[in-house]
């Protein structure tokens, strides 16, 4: 019994052998045969994929030109051209896909769901993404402006797909994410070539108001990075209980002149005029 049970055995396992060694080698067969006739198809799909890299290319190239012939800013060349580029990539690797014998509906599937899936584990950075985008299209600001928000003020440096680098007026580098520029207000002091400065003065009762006026208005055209046009002007703004409050307002081209040292240097000016002149000012109430 143990002998013909042993020889059973072994007969079994020698048979399982040569089962399993057949089916690998069937399987390789079948494998073979399946690239054998997929084999045309393929190397059509990389051809395709090939011809898709060289055309993407030259999209880019030709967008880049064009644009440049536009006189675009960098980094709106840049967001467009690597836009072009990609779109050109993908829609000659869906095609070469196709080719290959994927299945596109399961593809897209998938690709819907691990898009949702991502957009929840990213959406900050998918926010930040699709916002950097619009404002290098919208062009809101470029680099150079002084721009500010509920969060931040500072001198644009780069603008960035994430977010964008400010510097700071005590000198600190700020990186406000583009979410933030794009759904809060934004102010753009730089956004036009002059932007308008107000000074306030109280000349009590008594004094020669219409020397003050001449002497304001005077100091006024007369210092360097103030605008002609339009030219200042000094309206009444309150008349007090004991001094009459005048509201001189100017124009500066930001882009060339600091408002702020524009309007401290008018300050000095007038003061020391109208105290040669023999006028005095009284102390302006907040």
């Given at each position: 019994?143990?002998?013909?049970?042993?020889?059973?055995?072994?007969?079994?396992?020698?048979?399982?052998?040569?089962?399993?060694?057949?089916?690998?080698?069937?399987?390789?067969?079948?494998?073979?045969?399946?690239?054998?006739?997929?084999?045309?198809?393929?190397?059509t799909a990389l051809v395709v994929l090939v011809l898709t890299l060289v055309a993407a290319r030259l999209v880019?190239?030709?967008?880049?030109?064009?644009?440049?012939?536009?006189?675009?800013?960098?980094?709106?060349?840049?967001?467009?051209?690597?836009?072009?580029?990609?779109?050109?990539?993908?829609?000659?690797?869906?095609?070469?896909l196709s080719l290959g014998g994927v299945d596109l509906g399961v593809l897209i599937g998938s690709?819907?769901?691990?898009?949702?899936?991502l957009g929840f584990a990213?959406?900050?950075?998918?926010?930040?993404?699709?916002?950097?985008?619009?404002?290098?299209?919208?062009?809101?600001f470029t680099e150079g402006d002084h721009i500010a928000i509920a969060e931040a003020e500072g001198e644009v440096e780069e603008i960035h797909i994430r977010a964008t680098r400010l510097r700071a007026p005590d000198g600190q580098l700020v990186l406000v994410p583009n979410k933030l520029l794009f759904t809060e207000v934004v102010r753009n002091s730089t956004a036009t070539m002059r932007r308008r400065v107000e000074v306030l003065v109280e000349v009590p009762y008594g004094q020669d108001v219409t020397r003050a006026r001449e002497l304001l208005l005077a100091t006024a055209a007369e210092l360097e990075g103030v605008?002609?046009?339009?030219?200042?002007?000094?309206l009444t703004e309150d008349l007090g209980q004991g001094a009459r409050r005048l509201r001189l307002t100017f124009w500066v081209d930001s882009r060339s002149d600091d408002p702020a040292r524009v309007r401290s240097e008018l300050l000095d000016t007038a003061e020391k005029r109208l105290r040669d002149a023999g006028v005095s000012l009284a102390p302006v109430e907040a």
């Open positions: 019994m143990v002998d013909r049970h042993g020889q059973t055995v072994a007969r079994t396992l020698q048979g399982g052998r040569a089962l399993s060694l057949e089916g690998l080698t069937q399987s390789f067969r079948e494998f073979g045969a399946a690239i054998e006739h997929r084999l045309p198809y393929l190397l880019r190239s030709g967008v880049d030109r064009a644009l440049r012939r536009s006189r675009a800013e960098r980094h709106v060349v840049v967001v467009v051209t690597t836009l072009a580029y990609y779109a050109a990539v993908g829609v000659g690797l869906v095609i070469a690709l819907g769901l691990a898009t949702v899936a990213l959406q900050d950075i998918v926010s930040n993404f699709s916002a950097g985008i619009v404002l290098l299209l919208e062009h809101p605008s002609d046009d339009p030219e200042p002007r000094l």
